[in-house]
């Protein structure tokens, strides 16, 4: 099993920035791609922002150009910086870890992912 620990949301008035941090403690070897969603009120979960283990990016059209992702494989955590934040970037930010994991005596594996538990970011106008 894999535990992803976040740290690092809070309040920030519009314009600022957060950084926020996920690590993974317990099985972490093989954690392939890592990655956060948000989900605000009354709205979809959205994928913000994945890096795969070589550290390839890809981000949400809604971020591009704002929040960075990044990846310390040595601590196993993953980033998330956030600038310019804007109202609209109010959401529980999870982050994510997927891992393959033995399913079989024979060998056999699946790519599981694991969640953290969430962090608020509130943006104030």
């Known amino acids: 099993q894999v535990q992803l620990v976040e740290s690092g949301g809070g309040l920030v008035q519009a314009g600022g920035s957060l950084r926020l941090s996920c690590e993974a403690f317990g099985s972490i070897s093989n954690i392939n791609d890592m990655g956060w969603f948000r989900q605000a009120p009354a709205k979809e979960r959205e994928l913000v922002a994945t890096?795969?283990?070589?550290?390839?990016?890809d981000y949400a059209d809604s971020v591009k150009g704002r929040f960075i992702i990044s990846r310390d494989n040595a601590k196993s955590t993953v980033y998330l910086q956030m600038n310019s934040l804007q109202p609209e970037d109010t959401a529980v930010y999870s982050c994510?870890?997927?891992?393959?994991?033995?399913?079989?005596?024979?060998?056999?594996?699946?790519?599981?992912?694991?969640w953290g538990q969430g962090t608020q970011v509130t943006v104030s106008s």
């Open positions: 890096v795969t283990r070589l550290g390839r990016t």
């Open positions: 994510y870890a997927d891992r393959r994991v033995v399913v079989n005596v024979e060998g056999a594996s699946v790519e599981k992912r694991f």
